[in-house]
């Protein structure tokens, strides 16, 4: 049981270009999330999916798309990274309601 | 919309020393409450939680009650550790928010030996 993973650990970006974080679960949550977690901000919600098949914009989607690809499953795709996405990316799912289990994350760096 | 507020850190302590960490919510309805612990490197863990008005959550030797007349869950340690260095943050969820974690900015907790 790996509990949440996410790919790729760390990665450069020059800006305008793309790039797909992934997640994927292994205990059948329903719910899954994207956060984003910058200096003295805490974590901010990207966009979350209450079950396969549905996603939902959280408090800072601009810029970022996603995909519930399946149950275990939830992408975050950058079209065009600009200087201002440079973060750490955390995926999290929930088994029900409100204890979310959270991945290692993505450190990222757009140039 | 709901919010966490924290206190300002970040925090240097003696081992043995006695940890307060303030948080402050505002929510529509009655949320969740959690405490969350990362440590360098790696991703959140959920500390302790109470989803009630005066519950509290405890758990290795950290504690917090949920107070609903003050709208707080300030986190307590009578004796930190430097193992206990990491960031800490407070979350709210429920509400009108329902399965969404709301956080505050998070506080760096530093102890030295």
């Known amino acids: 049981n790996a509990g949440v993973t996410q790919t790729p650990k760390f990665q450069v970006l020059k800006t305008g270009q793309s790039m797909t974080l992934q997640c994927a679960q292994d205990m059948n949550h329903n719910s899954m999330y994207w956060y984003r977690q910058d200096p003295g901000m805490g974590l901010r919600l990207i966009y979350y999916?209450?079950?396969?098949?549905?996603?939902d914009k959280g408090e800072v989607p601009n810029g970022y798309n996603v995909s519930r690809l399946n149950k275990r499953e939830f992408s975050l795709r950058l079209e065009s990274a600009a200087p201002s996405q440079t973060s750490v990316y955390f995926c999290?799912?929930?088994?029900?309601?409100?204890?979310?289990?959270f991945g290692p994350g993505t450190r990222l760096l757009v140039l | 919309g709901d919010s966490v507020t924290q206190m300002e850190g970040p925090v240097t302590l003696s081992e043995e020393a006695f940890l307060t960490i303030n948080c402050t919510y505002t929510a529509t309805g009655y949320p969740s409450l959690f405490w969350y612990v990362q440590y360098p490197g790696e991703g959140l863990q959920l500390l302790l939680k109470a989803t009630k008005a005066d519950d509290k959550g405890s758990n290795k030797g950290f504690e917090a009650t949920y107070r609903k007349e003050t709208t707080s869950f300030h986190l307590e340690k009578g004796s930190v550790q430097v193992s206990d260095s990491a960031v800490y943050f407070c979350a709210s969820a429920g509400g009108t928010s329902y399965g969404k974690l709301t956080f505050g900015q998070g506080t760096i907790l530093t102890v030295h030996p």
């Open positions: 999916s209450a079950s396969e098949g549905t996603t």
């Open positions: 999290a799912s929930m088994p029900s309601r409100e204890t979310q289990y």
